[in-house]
């Protein structure tokens, strides 16, 4: 089975701290993403990844940073967190190979992320 | 601008009876379809495809039809249980080739079912 690791289900951050979320699969898929679900507005994607050191600005990538050092970490760096981002933060991972189970995706259990 | 359209934010089914879950979308290269459900605190857990060459695709209680010409999914629960009750996103897939692909999710539909 795919395993998409989120290494913190719940943090507390201070406004103005640098906040970094972290994000391991072991399947050796190329593809990894960031989402953020907020209530009412859904899956947002913000960052994307294709390949290692390679990344891609999603929809909402305002605020945020990521690292693809290795296939399977992709990180997720709030610079300077504010309370608008306040959210629950989902990782996920796929194949690039379609038929190679590249038809889905994966998600980690997500990441609670509280900034006050 | 939204390609993935869920268009109730929320349902409520008595136990027993049939769920009906609806998508529709705008872009014509999307090939692919999933639904995902999703429980509170926890991340999304794909729950049934379709590839745009099928109408239907059915796996135990669950059936997703998909009519193309109307641009339109349906994800259909039967019979709905309270172990459903779960936020359910529909989303679209476009191969955009060179081995890259986009991926939209909906907003998500709310179900309750209720005992």
């Known amino acids: 089975d795919v395993k998409v690791t989120q290494s913190s289900r719940y943090l507390v951050k201070r406004t103005g701290e640098k906040v970094f979320l972290e994000c391991v699969q072991d399947?050796?898929?190329?593809?990894m993403f960031w989402y953020r679900q907020d209530p009412g507005l859904g899956l947002r994607l913000i960052y994307f990844?294709?390949?290692?050191?390679?990344?891609e600005k999603g929809d909402i990538p305002e605020g945020y940073s990521v690292s693809r050092e290795k296939k399977e970490r992709f990180s997720l760096i709030l610079e300077s967190a504010s309370t608008n981002q306040t959210s629950m933060y989902l990782c996920?991972?796929?194949?690039?190979?379609?038929?190679?189970?590249?038809?889905?995706?994966?998600f980690g259990e997500g990441s609670w992320l509280t900034v006050v | 601008d939204q390609q993935v359209k869920q268009n109730s934010p929320s349902l409520s089914v008595q136990e027993g009876r049939i769920s009906i879950l609806n998508c529709d979308y705008t872009?014509?290269?999307?090939?692919?379809f999933l639904w995902y459900k999703k429980y509170p605190a926890e991340g999304p857990t794909f729950l049934i495809s379709?590839?745009?060459?099928?109408d239907k695709n059915e796996d135990g209680r669950f059936t997703v039809f998909l009519n193309k010409s109307a641009k339109h999914l349906s994800l259909h629960i039967v019979p709905s249980q309270p172990g459903d009750s779960a936020v359910y996103f529909c989303?679209?897939?476009?191969?955009?080739?060179?081995?890259?692909?986009?991926?939209?999710f909906g907003k998500g539909t709310k179900l309750s079912v209720i005992p």
């Open positions: 996920a991972s796929s194949s690039q190979f379609r038929g190679r189970s590249g038809n889905t995706i994966y």
């Open positions: 399947m050796d898929h190329e593809n």
């Open positions: 990844s294709y390949d290692v050191k390679m990344k």
């Open positions: 872009n014509s290269m999307f090939d692919y």
């Open positions: 379709i590839s745009s060459i099928k």
């Open positions: 989303a679209a897939f476009w191969d955009s080739g060179a081995g890259s692909y986009q991926l939209t």
